[in-house]
């Protein structure tokens, strides 16, 4: 297994996390237990969660998991904090002290660990100054409940102005960024790349699938797949679009051409780009764990890279696939 430094820490992590978003909810706990398993099998060491991944159902899986198989020890385990966790309180969510200090303590009860390898900001908020943030993740890696700190779909500029403030106050600075990146959205190149490899920041980007568009399911023929979720809603209408069945199409017939299935070209290609630590895939079955698993083993050329160039937009979009992903102030309907 090849083995990646998490940023500038010296932390080895595998290529590939194990993402947990589908965990309580659509996968069942016992069947997400199973697929913990199957992942420490096949050698991976990192796993990502959140505390609101329904409604910290996720954490309490990957909890039980890890204390079934005695593993906590071997893996790298991140999770993360900013969504609402009660609807009708206003100060059970965001990114001030009160907040962030009590969900840390929830979310290793639920995860039964003494630490929090990398515990990270789940988005950026403009009304709460990042000093306020920074403070609170740098008493608790004092005090040892958390030891990295680190960040998702922030802006360059967001993430230099707190590499700022950590600097100025002396405080413990983000070691890793969470942005959504994959073939038909690819606009973290353009400003984010260089910003984290200039200060040695690790990259782990969620939905490298674009939330299941890349796996092939969807045709240009025949677009609509019942159980998917790009099958109704806001989705629709936004992924189906003749130059983003381009893309799939390359995918596929490159997919074909080397043996392997189009979501597992399309997570090697992202797991090989310059910048990037290991992306985040995220199974609901053990099913398409298998099938993530065998992205380790696709090897991604520059001729494959200058193929899928051509049909997609280098530092931009084929399609910007979540709005809030804007790289800018942010207002969040969470």
């Excluded at 993402?19 to 099998?41: H, N, P, Y």
């Excluded at 899986?61 to 893996?75: C, F, Y």
């Amino acid at each position: 297994m090849e083995y990646r430094s998490l940023g500038r820490t010296g932390v080895q992590v595998t290529p590939l996390c194990l993402g947990s978003m589908m965990f309580g909810g659509k996968t069942s706990e016992a069947d997400a237990m199973d697929i913990v398993d199957r992942a420490l099998d096949r050698g991976l060491n990192f796993i990502d969660t959140a505390n609101c991944y329904n409604a910290g159902r996720s954490e309490d899986a990957v909890g039980k998991a890890l204390q079934r198989n005695g593993l906590r020890d071997r893996i790298v385990l991140a999770t993360k904090v900013f969504a609402p966790m009660d609807r009708e309180d206003p100060n059970m969510r965001g990114n001030h002290r009160r907040h962030i200090v009590q969900q840390c303590e929830a979310s290793l009860r639920r995860l039964q660990t003494d630490r929090i390898d990398l515990y990270q900001i789940h988005r950026p908020m403009s009304n709460i100054p990042i000093d306020e943030t920074l403070r609170a993740l740098d008493d608790l890696v004092r005090a040892g409940k958390v030891l990295y700190i680190g960040t998702s779909t922030f802006a360059a500029w967001q993430l230099v102005e707190s590499l700022w403030a950590s600097k100025e106050y002396g405080l413990n600075r983000f070691v890793t960024e969470q942005p959504p990146y994959n073939l038909v959205d690819r606009r973290i190149e353009k400003e984010l790349v260089p910003m984290a490899r200039t200060y040695g920041m690790a990259l782990l980007p969620w939905s490298p699938l674009a939330g299941g568009f890349l796996t092939g399911k969807y045709t240009r023929t025949a677009p609509k797949d019942g159980e998917g979720r790009h099958a109704k809603g806001r989705f629709y209408g936004e992924h189906f679009t003749d130059a983003a069945f381009d893309v799939v199409n390359c995918l596929c017939e490159m997919a074909d051409e080397r043996g392997c299935t189009p979501s597992q070209l399309a997570l090697a290609w992202c797991m090989h780009q310059p910048g990037v630590t290991a992306p985040i895939c995220g199974p609901r079955t053990m099913e398409q764990m298998e099938d993530n698993l065998g992205a380790l083993d696709v090897l991604v050329t520059d001729e494959d890279r200058k193929r899928l160039d051509a049909v997609t937009v280098p530092e931009g979009a084929v399609l910007p696939n979540y709005y809030e992903a804007d790289f800018g102030p942010h207002t969040y309907r969470w």
